[in-house]
């Protein structure tokens, strides 16, 4: 984990997909309810932009008997598929949640972090 300093606001859109890097069905706020065995693209904004010099951490965290039965329950960190984003698939039934972490590529310090975005998988 890096030092937070908290300087730069960090937020999270999502999106629910049928593929991964596909067109986006519905948009997603926090706490909705997706289906098992889709996509959910997930991207950290920041009021100015993410710039270049910075990358994006995820923290992507699995829940519920399913994932646990598959070795699934995650809490690690995760880079960015894309820049700023993050492709999830729904493959477990449960409350799952994802963070974002800007850190300077320099200092590898953290200079932002997201409140939880939650996603219900049924």
Do not use: Y
Not at 82 to 109: C, I, L, M, Q, S
């Amino acid at each position: 984990m890096w030092p937070v300093e908290d300087r730069m606001a960090v937020s999270i859109t999502a999106g629910q997909s049928t593929f991964t890097n596909g067109e986006i069905e519905r948009e997603l706020t926090s706490g909705d309810v997706v289906p098992k065995n889709r996509w959910i693209k997930f991207a950290a904004r920041c009021p100015t932009g993410i710039p270049a010099d910075f990358r994006v951490w995820w923290r992507v965290a699995n829940t519920g008997g399913q994932a646990a039965r598959e070795g699934q329950l995650r809490g690690g960190f995760w880079p960015s598929t894309n820049p700023g984003v993050r492709w999830e698939p729904t493959k477990f039934r449960g409350v799952h949640w994802v963070e974002a972490f800007v850190v300077n590529r320099r200092t590898d310090r953290c200079v932002g972090k997201s409140e939880p975005f939650f996603v219900v998988i049924e």
